[in-house]
């Protein structure tokens, strides 16, 4: 499985990104059970920004992006977004997306519970 993240880019606190992840896999079927977005600021460690079950009954948000980021799916183009509203300085990050393919009921927020994980897309917010 392959997950292709894209969206990143740098700019002005107060405006909107959205990032996609589209998940692949040389079978042709993906059958991803939960997914997520987690970032890492420069000298930082990794954090969990939101998780969301596959079947969208689930989600789980980082306090410090509840109510301005929002993630969803298209289950038919196995691809994930991220919808960044009010975005502020302190969101700068690289933004990694993750599928969970094994556990029947994964925990959103931790790293370890997701079998995949993109290659990050960079999000620069100035002020």
């Known amino acids: 499985v392959q997950l292709q993240a894209s969206g990143g880019g740098s700019v002005q606190a107060g405006t909107s990104l959205r990032l996609s992840c589209a998940a692949s896999?040389?079978?042709?079927?993906?059958?991803?059970?939960?997914a997520g977005w987690f970032r890492q600021a420069p000298g930082k460690e990794r954090e969990f920004v939101v998780g969301?079950?596959?079947?969208?009954?689930?989600?789980y948000y980082a306090d410090s992006v509840k109510g301005r980021f929002t993630i969803s799916r298209d289950n038919a183009k196995n691809t994930l977004y991220l919808q960044m509203n009010s975005l502020k300085p302190e969101d700068t990050a690289v933004y990694y997306c993750?599928?969970?393919?094994?556990?029947?009921?994964?925990?959103?927020?931790?790293?370890?519970?997701?079998?995949?994980w993109g290659q990050g897309t960079l999000v620069t917010v100035s002020s």
């Open positions: 969301i079950s596959w079947s969208g009954f689930r989600t």
């Open positions: 993750a599928a969970a393919l094994r556990a029947a009921t994964p925990n959103l927020q931790l790293p370890s519970e997701y079998d995949y």
């Open positions: 896999a040389s079978g042709g079927t993906v059958s991803i059970i939960a």
